[in-house]
């Protein structure tokens, strides 16, 4: 998603401001622009598509000065081109704008009624328009802002550069998030801290309705009308992105393999030494709840299904499951003894920061379980279960996914103890079995050349389709949303026994059909909907153990076997050739895997 990166400073700024704009590219943008004070005045570069044809152009007309700001873009408003590029500017001022003016069709009337004309499609050129408006009425640059800050609606952290103004930046929020780093060389600020940290030693993250004033010596924090705001520098506590991709291709490799020791992170952290759960976990009041209600997108909430699962199967707590983008819009009754919870990767999601705002209105107690724990949503849910997955590069959301499981599994175990479904000692059992899961994951991930070989027949494909029955289900849903998200091949996922339902008329021999089938109750069931696929042609892929693989041998073009494992943890291992299988066919196929076209690694806008 857009990303913001400004700086107000006593050197020379543009390597910095284009390091900024690198170290927020992994959120995923289309255009990318920088504007500055040179000795010429305000001055920008912009230009579509990848950072390179950025620095390309700063390379044959370059631009020098001490205070500037840097955007990407990520096309909302308008196609990725260059006119609708950031910063948008006035002679007078440039912005660099995250989240959405939502009123900007009235304010672009109104602007245009005045004389000003648009270069771009976007909602984002109606605030440096309008800041030059109240210039040209004779308002201080301050007052010029605080005045456009008044008239905007929506969500947005701005960064704006006067001309005649040239050791300032101003810099403002309303709900969208912006930092501000410190170091001696001056101030930076970043929508992202992760793109602060080698450049600040203190940060501060600016609160809704924060408007900053800043010279490479001075901030000042005051509201949008101009009352003073205290807000303190603390150490910033970021991780860079773990020391690069440490000689793996991509970071979305290097995050599957780091799934053992997120696991074992997370296990150290909610296990106490003592053998005892952490607080956080066992102060939750799971007892009194009839209902659990869980909100998510896209992979999270693949992970929601999954602990729907568990929490009905294991702790007998009925479920419901939400997209937050439909949860935020319906009418739903909030019973008093519900809880909401809500999982995201970056917390900032924003369907699903909404419909955390939506039930808290509705006065549901809320829980969210966020990697990024200096999140909105980490901050606006009653409670927060951090996740241990470390900062996630990919845009293919890997080791967090498996961490939500992870820590679902442990929230469903501290559930069904408190509700009396299970003894001490079969929590016990249940977290001893959760114990094996990293080194089960290890030996895993020493074998793909299986997987690679499927990899292989597969990348020609044009389509495919993934089973599963029961808890399989949702690791089809997101086996098949990885393969879409980084090979673009259209991918379809199913509950196994609803194939006939329609699904089963596209199966021919052109149709890779990726089943999961762990062995358990359900594994018959399963076989009998691989042998309608084989009966039309469809080429199996099976995932299974060494017994189903052999059962279902006659049927099977392709078998990956799986070790054997207690059913409870089998959602954590089996999502893992799901993973690696998305990853190598997307590599035999050449597409730009950590940064899938059209993606965005957290979705901020609606
Ligand atoms: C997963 O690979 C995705 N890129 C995407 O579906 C993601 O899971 C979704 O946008 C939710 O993000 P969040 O977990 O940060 O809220």
Known sequence: MCGIYAGVTNHSITTHLIDGLNALSYRGYDSAGIALISKQGLERRRAKGKLDNLTGLLKQTPLEGKVGIAHTRWATHGKPECRNAHPHMTLEVAVAHNGIIENYAELRKELEACGFGFESETDSETIPLLITCYLHKGMTQCEAIQNTLARLEGSFAIVALFDNCPDQLFAARQ???????????????????????????????????????????????TDFEGNIRKRVMTPSYAISEEQGKQGYRHYMLKEIYQQPAVIQQTLDHYLQEDGTLHPDLKSLPMESLCRLSIVACGTSSYAGVVAKYWMEEIA???????????????????????????????????????ALRHASKGGQQTLSLVNVTNSSMASESDRMLPLLAGQEIGVASTKAFTAQLATLLLLTLVTARSNRQITQLQLQQHLNTLNTVPRLMDDLLNQTDTIRNT???????EHATYLGRGIAYPLALEGALKLKEISYIHA???????????????????????????????????????????ARGGNIILLSNQAGIDQAADFTDTAIVMPEMDALIQPLLYTLPLQLLAYYVALYKGTDIDQPRNLAKSVTVE
């Open 175 to 221: 709900g969208s998030p912006l930092v501000i780093g410190h170091s001696d060389a001056g101030f930076y600020l970043s929508s992202d801290e992760n793109a602060l940290i080698d450049k600040s030693d203190a940060i501060c993250h600016m609160q809704d309705g924060d408007l900053a004033r800043i010279t490479h010596n001075r901030l000042i924090i």
């Open 316 to 354: 007998g707590l009925p479920v419901d499951i939400d997209i937050a983008s439909e949860y935020r819009y319906r009418n739903t009754p909030y019973p008093p003894q519900q809880m909401a919870l809500f999982i995201s990767q970056s917390g900032e999601t924003a369907d699903t920061l909404a």
């Open 455 to 461: 990899a292989q027949q597969l990348y020609r494909s």
């Open 492 to 534: 379809q996922a199913y509950p196994a026994g609803e194939l006939k339902h329609g699904p089963i008329a596209l199966i021919d021999e052109r149709m890779p059909v990726i089943i999961i089938a762990p062995p358990g109750p359900l594994f018959s069931k399963t076989l009998s909907n691989l042998r309608e696929v084989h």
